[in-house]
């Protein structure tokens, strides 16, 4: 399914992230960036060792990230050019700043990505996996502040690569509704 927004494609597919022919893909890390299961195994494993390298290079200078915070690595042995990696809320109640946050993972990987000279970005849906952030309403943050803030980047194309029917089904009604 897709939507043109402005001068932008949005795009949501079911797939593996780390196939995805864009060139840059967003990662769902966690604050040491030094892997983990899920989307940021899997972006590891394909990736291979320079994104590690990369990603102690970064927290060697500047410390761990933050909660809605976005950095960018090489993406070594994969297809994208670069890795953006973020990191999700921990889904509690609802009433820790989670919303914020998640809408803040989005915001900063777009800047992130467009500031290397990306045009062409691929998310997974952030924080819905280990951090447990109910779908429906993940999906809907995650369309509603990538839609917002398309007009101030010059991205061709921005996908949604789920992971799950169920999860496709999800996006795909956030963006019918939201865009
Ligand atoms: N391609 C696309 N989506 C995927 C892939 C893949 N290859 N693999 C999993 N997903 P999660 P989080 C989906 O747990 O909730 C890690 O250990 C998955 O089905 O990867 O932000 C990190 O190191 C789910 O829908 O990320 C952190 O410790 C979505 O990706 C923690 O998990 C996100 O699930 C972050 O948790």
């Known amino acids: 399914m897709e939507r043109q927004i402005g001068t932008t494609r949005l795009v949501v597919v079911r797939g593996d992230i780390t196939r995805q ?20 195994g899997a972006i590891h494993r394909a990736g291979g060792p320079t994104i590690l390298a990369a990603c102690q290079e970064i927290v060697a200078r500047a410390g761990r990230l933050c909660a809605g915070q976005a950095v960018v690595t090489p993406g070594g042995n994969l297809a994208a050019r670069w890795v953006v990696h973020t990191v999700g809320p921990i889904f509690r109640d609802g009433g820790h700043g989670e919303a914020e946050i998640l809408a803040s993972c989005y915001r900063t990987s777009l800047t992130a990505a467009a500031a290397v000279g990306a045009r062409t970005l691929c998310f997974p849906s952030i924080a819905t996996g280990a951090y447990r952030y109910p779908i429906e309403e993940a999906a809907r943050i995650a369309v509603a502040t990538v839609v917002a803030e398309l007009p101030h980047h010059p991205f061709t194309e921005v996908r949604f690569c789920l992971f799950s029917d169920r999860d496709l089904v999800t996006y795909e009604m956030a963006l019918a509704e939201g865009a």
């Open 21 to 40: 022919p864009v060139e840059a893909i967003v990662n769902a890390a966690n604050s040491s960036l030094l892997g983990g299961g899920g989307v940021d």
